[in-house]
């Protein structure tokens, strides 16, 4: 099955760029999507690679390319705090995979 | 905006069966697939499994055995029952909408807020 691996942590000070990476073999051809979870629900912020859902900050973005796609949040701010989730589908199996997650601390 | 809601107990013994409903409201059933995934306390995501409106199902390969979903058009509703439970089953369980696979991908667009499920005597 496929395996998609994100680090379990990310540290930026406020008004920084964080970058979540989230691996996995070729996956450059997948569309990944992305999940802010703080205590609660998670929440759809990035889809489709690059692509944000109506009222998140342009200050979300995210990019794909060979082993490795990435959720770029620049200007961090304290409210941003949270864990990521990475998301892709598996055509063979129709199954969706999720990422470990990485938690987010702002420093 | 489509707002789910997950109901259930809270408290289930290990051997029996979890039953959990969401309820859709701000939109159909229909055209849409339905999830469920849920949360082990500290841990992430695990996908149970999805389902078409009209019945059709996916489940985890590592669940598939004990997960059984359905769904009520006429109440706007989907339902998860996992059974012989054990305390491996704690976690906290999300419904959430599916997208129509376009190409090869789809996402889940909107949650509901979880709910907490322990498996305890």
């Known amino acids: 099955s496929y395996v998609l691996t994100q680090p379990p942590s990310v540290s930026v000070a406020p008004g920084q760029t964080a970058r979540f990476t989230c691996g996995g073999n070729?996956?450059?051809?997948?569309?990944v999507h992305w999940y802010q979870q703080k205590p609660g629900q998670p929440l759809l912020v990035v889809y489709d690679?690059?692509d944000r859902p109506s009222g998140i900050p342009e200050r979300f973005s995210g990019s794909n390319s060979g082993n490795t796609a990435t959720l770029t949040i620049s200007r961090v701010e304290d409210g941003d705090e949270a864990d990521y989730y990475c998301?892709?589908?598996?055509?063979?199996?129709?199954?969706?995979?999720f990422g470990g997650g990485t938690k987010l601390t702002v420093l | 905006q489509v707002q789910l809601q997950e109901s259930g107990p809270g408290l289930v013994k290990p051997s029996e069966t979890l039953s959990l409903t969401c309820t859709v409201s701000?939109?159909?059933?229909?055209?849409?697939?339905w999830s469920w995934i849920r949360q082990p306390p500290g841990k992430g995501l695990e996908w149970i499994g999805y389902?078409?409106?009209?019945?059709?199902?996916n489940y985890n390969p590592s669940l598939k055995s004990r997960v059984t979903m359905s769904a009520d058009t006429s109440k706007n509703q989907f339902s998860l029952k996992l059974n012989s439970v054990t305390a491996a089953d704690t976690a906290v369980y999300y419904c959430?909408?599916?997208?129509?696979?376009?190409?090869?991908?789809?996402?889940?667009?909107?949650w509901g807020q979880g709910i907490l499920v322990t498996v305890s005597s």
């Open positions: 959430a909408r599916l997208l129509p696979i376009v190409g090869t991908t789809t996402h889940f667009d909107f």
């Open positions: 701000g939109g159909a059933l229909r055209s849409y697939y």
């Open positions: 389902m078409y409106y009209s019945g059709s199902t």
């Open positions: 690679d690059n």
């Open positions: 070729n996956i450059g051809s997948k569309s």
């Open positions: 998301q892709a589908w598996d055509r063979s199996t129709d199954h969706p995979v």
